[in-house]
Nanobody, 116 residues
Framework: QVQIVESGGGLVQPGGSLRLSCAAS????????MGWYRQAPGKQRELVAH???????TYTSSVKGRFTISRDNAKNTVYLQMNSLKTEDTAVYYC??????????WGQGTQVTVSS
């Protein structure tokens, strides 16, 4: 059974940092390009970063230079280090496979709120 569990969200002031973690089970993790997505209230879910099994990373322009995605294939875990956070980064963050036709089951996500 495939399960994805995100953690690490919280409330942070503008300019602050958070590190998100995502643990996946029930899949051959190393076969998947993994991505972090986010969904803000009233907006569609967007892919903000993804990473290949070999570690090649890609970022959407709004987070480039501030967010870093990484993965540990031995631990079936993908991370998102978020620095210089802005109020517009407020969203529920999810991880899932990227660049794939059919997504894995979605986890519950983790809420990130950037506010003073």
């Amino acid at each position: 059974q495939v399960q994805i569990v995100e953690s690490g969200g919280g409330l942070v002031q503008p300019g602050g940092s958070l590190r998100l973690s995502c643990a996946a089970s029930g899949i051959t993790f190393s076969r998947y390009v993994m991505g972090w997505y986010r969904q803000a209230p009233g907006k569609q879910r967007e892919l903000v970063a993804h990473i290949t099994s070999g570690g090649t990373t890609t970022y959407t322009s709004s987070v480039k230079g501030r967010f870093t995605i990484s993965r540990d294939n031995a631990k079936n875990t993908v991370y998102l280090q978020m620095n210089s956070l802005k109020t517009e980064d407020t969203a529920v963050y999810y991880c899932n496979a990227a660049l794939i036709t059919t997504s894995l089951p979605w986890g519950q996500g983790t809420q990130v709120t950037v506010s003073s």
